[in-house]
């Protein structure tokens, strides 16, 4: 059984930083895109940041962009989300996934087939 638990979130004052995690476990993810995405209450889940296995092909939500970092510890089979500079438009629960098709680089959450539990963020003003 394929599981993805993540951890890390939280309740934070804007402008402060979280690090999330998520670990893979019943497989391996060597060659697939993992990513992170988000949902906040009433708005349909969206793109947050991918990152190949080889972490040649990252993107990130424009939203995002120069504030948050994913990185992958192929290894221990994880992928992570650092934080910074947070803004209360953060908040939401986010997810962890993992693109069930080797090489492939998608951005869809539809196109992802495994999914975390998700942990909520929270930023405050």
């Known amino acids: 059984q394929v599981q993805l638990v993540e951890s890390g979130g939280g309740s934070v004052q804007a402008g402060d930083s979280l690090r999330l995690s998520c670990a893979a476990s019943?497989?391996?993810?060597?060659?697939?895109?993992m990513g992170w995405f988000r949902q906040a209450p009433g708005k349909e889940r969206e793109f947050v940041a991918a990152?190949?296995?080889?972490?040649?092909?990252?993107q990130y939500a424009d939203s995002v962009k120069g504030r948050f970092t994913i990185s992958r510890d192929n290894g221990k089979n994880s992928v992570f989300l650092q934080m910074n500079s947070l803004k209360p438009e953060d908040t939401a629960v986010y997810y962890c996934?993992?693109?069930?098709?080797?090489?492939?680089?998608?951005?869809?959450?539809?196109?992802?087939?495994?999914w975390g539990q998700g942990t909520q963020v929270t930023v405050s003003s």
């Open positions: 996934a993992a693109d069930g098709q080797s090489g492939s680089f998608q951005l869809d959450p539809q196109r992802y087939e495994y």
């Open positions: 019943g497989r391996t993810f060597n060659g697939n895109t």
């Open positions: 990152r190949s296995w080889s972490g040649y092909r990252i």
